[in-house]
């Protein structure tokens, strides 16, 4: 009954979180203290009435009720501390206390704080971003600055990433950039406890990276130590995400409970040992208790200085109630535990069960609970063990087994959350969690504690060397598995019913021995992992504008091919839209090449994701505006995008309208008048995709006889020369879509623009006010979906 009621609380906080808005802060608390007692009159009548069906299910209810009730009001309270809608995008001058570790990025660095002083409206915690600062902004550090501050917004694509939520979660209420030149008014290191903490952590990070250097995976050692996952190369997740080792490359419940462990069994054997005043300290104090306190001790200090994640915290709450269960002799299982660890995340923190890692996490622990309970031990009377096995070492015979129950078990959930199982994961965990956990870490943790210390700071920087190259020798044989072509399958975004059944499968396949369809469980997951969305018909067309931010990218599916037009901006050195939006919806959609890549111009916003994409999906033709050099055409077939081109494709009709000719060098001042038009003619509809072509360009278009299109991308994002009246009305549109960044320095889409579609009867969609825009042709008639209608939770922004 207790785990009943634990459980009941976790998915009722959980659950809050697919609505679309909340009630008040009050309403909710009335409501739950009325249902919580309307369930315990109904607990106490079950009770007298000896009826356990009825305990359990009032329990259960009283759980459910206690997480929505309080995690309703925790969001209410949130809500309401938020950016004012007048000082959206407006100077603002700010006092504020940095109060995390500053994160670099392409032009300068990225911080949260905690605000001091600012008009009314403005919330008490933001995400600051300061180009171009001079020096390292430092956690305890009080400055004033004036600052352009925006509500939360990120880029909303299906099954895509969901960076509001990130920004809710970890309470940010607005972002904002710093202009000017910012003051440094005071430093205070010990502001409050979570300051000091963070100072502590910035402290190790530039100790430990002082002895790194410039080292190849000095990051993923920093990674390792603290938790501090910024610095570590997009190519290094990749390849962890390749093999299925992504999991020890941060502070795991392993690396917090080797170290509690080891403190734990040090104080234990010391405190057995030690006399004062003639009297064994035993004596006085239990051995075992105060070894559990020590062992926690430092679990709770280790897990602030990585941190204090949901995996942290998770191990923490979870090595908690084991000691104290032991101290006062409270019999526990392993799910009692685990679900009093949850319960505990989920009250502190009601958004943990927005992370994946909360998910993934508990999902491990409980699949390990799984393992270690004896069900796979279970043999038939009088069945012999095998000679290999007999062999092998009792740790062996268990890292195998626990491994293949991680495996099966954790194989839906990994589909479902990145579209992508890794199949050589359990040759790479083999190889990673002895040398990591056993060997990298350790030697990093001593290099960060001497380093430190003032004088041991070149023991600490060899100690460094020694983990990195441990580290660099095992990275070898994972990138060769991680670049091996059977390293990994792709899985499209499955329907829930085929997720369901794939959970259902993975977790009677771990049951004991003797169910009936136990070995044949397995096939319940090929469904899922084979699983291809449905496709349009012979003659429609599906088309996906892409939220992207400022830039364009847009996918166009027919029955058998896939074609993308326009790759996206890029967002900084190491990242663009190519990798974080364009190919996360393709894989989700099970694409797996693309038959046509067309780059309507060289601008950075619409080719900034052009290599990212053809390092993982081959393209078989590429066509651009601009000569492309072979090296960067990937071994695709390469043209150039002029008028009077075309092909066909399952019924579907592909030509461009533009340009009319081009010259071997396209001069930058001129990329926009020379981008692709591409149209789109289906068996039922138009689409005409225009780049970024301007007023000149248009009139000559509008003199086709042909240009008529249902769905039109608006010219040059919708900017104020564009979108004449004459194009206006050659292409009588339905449905007309901007794909634009929120609050963009160009102000795109303009309202002239807007205005003139819209008084033809045309329906404007932005991409920045709805997300992903996506239209489907079928002879039923067009259908449009957007994404901030279709997946509206009450944490996303709303239009300004």
């Known amino acids: ?195 000091l903490v963070q100072r502590m952590r910035h402290a190790s990070r530039e100790a430990l990276r002082g002895a790194l250097g410039s080292l190849r995976y000095g990051p993923v050692l920093v990674a390792l130590a603290i938790g501090d996952q910024a610095g570590v190369d997009r190519h290094d997740w990749d390849t962890f995400g390749r093999t299925g080792i992504t999991h020890l490359v941060s502070i795991s419940g392993l690396h917090v409970t080797m170290l509690a462990a080891l403190a734990g069994g040090l104080v234990l054997q010391t405190w057995k040992s030690c006399r004062w005043r003639g009297v064994r300290l035993a004596e006085r104090m239990p051995a075992q208790v105060t070894a559990a306190a020590a062992a926690l001790l430092v679990a709770w200090f280790y897990c602030l200085l990585a941190g204090w994640g949901v995996p942290a915290r998770r ?258 050195d190491s990242a663009d839209a190519g990798s974080r939006v364009i190919v996360p919806y393709l894989r989700a959609r099970g694409v797996r090449k693309l038959d046509h890549l067309i780059v309507s111009h060289a601008d950075d916003d619409h080719a900034g994701g052009l290599a990212s994409i053809q390092d993982v999906l081959p393209v078989t033709r590429l066509h651009a505006s601009y000569e492309l050099a072979p090296a960067a055409r990937k071994g695709a077939e390469f043209s150039r995008c002029a008028a009077g081109q075309q092909w066909t494709l399952d019924g579907v009709e592909f030509s461009f309208l533009h340009p009319q000719a081009l010259p071997d060098r396209v001069p930058a001042r001129e990329r926009n008048a020379h981008s692709c038009v591409l149209r789109v003619r289906g068996a039922h509809h138009t689409a005409l995709l225009t780049g970024d072509i301007a007023a000149a360009q248009e009139a000559v278009l509008a003199g086709r006889a042909d240009l008529a299109a249902d769905v039109v991308s608006a010219p040059h994002h919708g900017s104020r020369n564009s979108s004449s009246r004459a194009l206006v009305a050659a292409a009588g549109a339905a449905h007309v879509v901007a794909q634009a960044g929120y609050l963009n320095r160009y102000r795109h889409p303009h309202p002239l623009a807007i205005r003139r579609w819209e008084s033809s009867g045309a329906v404007f969609h932005r991409t920045d006010v709805h997300g992903a825009v996506v239209f489907v042709s079928a002879a039923s008639g067009l259908r449009a979906m957007r994404e901030r209608e279709r997946r509206a939770r009450y944490w996303h922004a709303r239009p300004p």
């Open 1 to 195: 009954m207790f785990r009943i009621a634990l459980v009941a609380f976790v998915a009722g906080t959980a659950s809050t979180h697919v609505l679309p808005s909340v009630p008040p802060a009050w309403a909710a608390a009335v409501g739950g203290v009325a249902s919580c007692a309307a369930c315990a009159g109904w607990l106490r009548w079950a009770r007298g009435a000896r009826r356990a069906g009825h305990c359990l299910l009032a329990l259960a209810v009283a759980g459910w009720v206690a997480g929505a009730a309080l995690a309703l009001v925790r969001i209410d309270l949130r809500l309401q501390d938020c950016l004012a809608p007048e000082l959206e995008n407006v100077p603002l001058r700010l006092d504020f206390l940095v109060t995390g570790l500053a994160t670099g990025t392409a032009r300068g660095q990225r911080f949260d704080a905690r605000v001091l002083r600012a008009p009314p409206g403005v919330p008490e915690r933001v995400q600051l971003a300061w180009h171009g600062a001079p020096a390292q902004v430092v956690p305890g550090q009080v400055w004033r600055a004036a600052a352009v501050l925006k509500q939360p917004h990120g880029n909303l694509n299906p099954h895509g990433f969901d960076y509001e939520a990130y920004l809710f979660e970890h309470g940010f209420r607005a972002t904002g950039t710093l202009r000017g030149q910012p003051r440094l008014l005071e430093d205070s290191p010990a502001a409050d406890f979570g300051v």
């Open 315 to 572: 191990t923490f709450f979870m090595l908690a109630t084991v000691a104290i269960a032991a101290v006062l002799r409270l019999p526990l299982s392993g799910s009692r535990v685990l679900s009093v660890a949850a319960a505990l995340v989920c009250a502190l923190d009601p958004w943990a069960p927005l992370a994946p890692g909360f998910w993934l996490s508990f999902g491990a622990v409980a699949l390990l609970v799984v393992a270690g309970s004896g069900r796979w031990r279970r043999r038939r009377e009088g069945a012999a063990r095998p000679a290999w096995r007999k062999r092998l070492p009792e740790v062996v015979r268990e890292g195998a087994r626990a491994q293949a129950v991680l495996t099966i078990g954790m194989l839906p959930a990994l589909a479902l959350l990145f579209h992508q199982i890794s199949l050589v994961s359990p040759l790479a965990n083999a190889l990673a969690i002895p040398v990591v956990s056993a060997v990298v870490t350790p030697l990093a943790l001593g290099a960060l504690a001497l380093c430190m210390v003032p004088g041991l700071e070149g023991a600490g920087t060899l100690l460094a060397e020694v983990a990195h190259f441990a580290f660099a020798w095992l990275m070898e044989a994972v990138q060769w598995l991680g670049e091996a072509s059977f390293a990994t399958h792709a899985v499209a975004a499955p329907p829930w019913p085929l997720a369901a059944l794939a959970i259902a499968g993975a977790l009677w396949t771990l049951q004991p021995r003797g169910l009936p369809g136990r070995g044949l469980a397995l096939a319940l997951l090929l469904p899922m992992l084979l699983y291809r969305p449905a496709r349009p018909e012979v003659g429609g067309w599906r088309l996906t504008l892409l939220d992207v931010g400022q830039g364009s990218a847009i996918v166009i599916e027919t029955h058998g091919a896939t074609l993308l037009f326009d790759t996206g901006p890029r967002y900084g």
